[in-house]
């Protein structure tokens, strides 16, 4: 049995992410410049090469990225952790967010965050370096 992560199915993460956005195939045909049986192929298919993700990822108004690591149970604790039904409110069943944007945004954090934690550490490197050349 093997632990080697699955890898992610791109058409499907497409797909998703279209039906999200309330995006048809045929639309998103028109918005890069195919037809709708492309788009039914290419989220038929397991992965897209970067030219067309591309594309496909400007034409629905995401990163490249989003699609590439899109997760429905991400979009799913994203739902169930920002709606909130108190009774003293008036009940609305009608998601007042888009679950992609926020997915989006959680993205665009961590991906602000990581950039600083590679900042500091090169930060260290230096101040290790210059410490070294001290010494020596």
């Not at 991906?111 to 001290?134: D, G, I, M, Q």
Request: net charge negative; charged share 30%; hydrophobic share 35%.
């Amino acid at each position: 049995m093997s632990t080697a992560p699955k890898p992610r199915h791109i058409g499907r993460n497409i797909s998703r992410i279209r039906e999200l956005r309330d995006m048809k195939q045929e639309a998103l045909a028109i918005a890069i410049g195919t037809n709708q049986q492309s788009i039914s192929i290419i989220e038929g298919s397991e992965s897209v090469d970067d030219e067309k993700l591309n594309a496909i990822a400007k034409a629905l108004g995401v990163p490249a990225e989003v699609i590439k690591n899109f997760s429905e149970e991400a979009v799913f604790n994203i739902i169930g952790n920002t709606y909130h039904n108190d009774a003293s409110s008036i009940k609305n069943n009608n998601c007042t967010f888009n679950p992609l944007d926020k997915l989006i945004e959680s993205f665009e954090e961590n991906k602000k965050l990581y950039e600083r934690l590679v900042e500091a550490e090169k930060e260290k490197v230096a101040l290790l370096e210059k410490l070294l050349s001290e010494k020596r």
